[in-house]
């Protein structure tokens, strides 16, 4: 186990101090449970408290250490709570896993405007807003390191993810941009994940988009442990290596 005193991120995940946003289900529970098996101690966030604290009892269960709190990543103040709560319990914070997103996808001429709004607070702001909390910490630390879960959508824009796709170049463009002003001791990765077996589809509110996308979802997806284990591969890195961007999808996916 690390010693919960200050300095630059190291190698390995052993130890690690890892917070993740929405952590309750699919890729972000996938890679508590992944990382908690790999000796990281997990800090949890997602605004569903009831699946964090089964989620924070199964690690537990298994001989791991994780704590919960309610986030809701269009709030600042929440993501600054998860990173104190860190601080507090751990001593530090290691990586911040942005994972937090949503897919409320539909032809523009719906006209979803609410929708769209809430994909830009969710996508866009919630990354930010984690960029805001952790930033100070990992600076007055000497070292950290950004996770962020983009998409496949914001390499190839398709019909009825005009604005899902939006918010993920957008994401892309502000980890660039963090990667670039992060200087010699921050390390910062984008995931990208394809066709994935969770409830994306299920945020739809239509019909004909929803049954696509858990059509697709049914003959092609991988399962979310897939991206776990490339936010594993880019965290155990020595220090000194920065894998930026990965991309993870089906081999069947065009």
Same mark, same amino acid.
């Given at each position: 186990?690390?010693?919960?005193?200050?300095?630059?991120?190291?190698?390995? *995940?052993? %130890?690690?101090?890892?917070? &993740?946003? %929405?952590?309750?289900?699919? *890729?972000?529970?996938?890679?508590?449970?992944?990382?908690?098996?790999?000796?990281?101690?997990?800090?949890?966030?997602?605004?569903?408290?009831?699946?964090?604290?089964?989620?924070?009892?199964?690690? /537990?269960?298994?001989?791991? /250490?994780?704590?919960?709190?309610?986030?809701?990543?269009?709030? *600042? $103040?929440?993501?600054?709570?998860? @990173?104190?709560?860190?601080?507090?319990?751990?001593?530090?914070?290691? *990586?911040?896993?942005?994972?937090?997103?949503?897919?409320?996808?539909?032809?523009?001429?719906?006209?979803?405007?609410?929708?769209?709004?809430?994909? @830009?607070?969710?996508? &866009?702001?919630?990354?930010?807003?984690?960029?805001?909390?952790?930033?100070?910490?990992?600076?007055?630390?000497?070292?950290?390191?950004?996770?962020?879960?983009?998409?496949?959508?914001?390499?190839?824009? @398709?019909?009825?993810?005009? @604005?899902?796709?939006?918010?993920?170049?957008?994401?892309?463009?502000?980890?660039? %941009?963090?990667?670039? /002003?992060?200087?010699?001791?921050?390390?910062?990765?984008?995931? #990208?994940?394809?066709?994935?077996?969770?409830?994306?589809? /299920?945020?739809? #509110?239509?019909?004909?988009?929803?049954?696509?996308?858990?059509?697709?979802?049914?003959?092609?997806? &991988?399962?979310?442990?897939?991206?776990?284990?490339?936010?594993?591969?880019?965290? $155990?890195?020595?220090?000194?290596?920065?894998?930026?961007?990965?991309?993870?999808?089906?081999?069947?996916?065009?």
């Amino acid at each position: 186990m690390r010693s919960s005193t200050a300095g630059p991120v190291t190698s390995g *995940i052993t %130890g690690k101090v890892v917070a &993740i946003t %929405g952590a309750s289900s699919g *890729i972000g529970e996938a890679t508590a449970l992944l990382l908690a098996e790999r000796g990281a101690r997990l800090v949890l966030g997602a605004r569903r408290t009831e699946r964090l604290a089964e989620l924070t009892a199964r690690i /537990e269960k298994a001989g791991g /250490e994780a704590v919960h709190l309610r986030t809701d990543v269009t709030r *600042i $103040e929440d993501l600054r709570a998860l @990173v104190a709560l860190a601080v507090e319990r751990f001593g530090r914070l290691d *990586i911040l896993v942005g994972n937090a997103g949503v897919g409320t996808i539909s032809p523009l001429d719906d006209l979803r405007t609410d929708e769209w709004d809430h994909m @830009v607070d969710v996508n &866009i702001k919630g990354v930010l807003h984690g960029i805001g909390a952790a930033l100070p910490v990992f600076r007055a630390q000497g070292g950290g390191h950004f996770v962020t879960t983009a998409s496949t959508a914001a390499y190839r824009v @398709v019909p009825a993810m005009a @604005v899902y796709a939006g918010t993920k170049v957008a994401v892309r463009a502000i980890c660039e %941009g963090l990667r670039q /002003e992060a200087g010699p001791t921050l390390r910062v990765t984008t995931v #990208s994940p394809g066709l994935i077996s969770t409830d994306f589809a /299920e945020a739809s #509110s239509n019909e004909r988009v929803r049954g696509d996308i858990t059509r697709m979802r049914d003959e092609v997806g &991988i399962e979310p442990a897939a991206v776990a284990r490339a936010v594993a591969y880019a965290i $155990e890195q020595p220090a000194d290596v920065d894998v930026n961007e990965i991309v993870v999808r089906p081999t069947a996916q065009t």
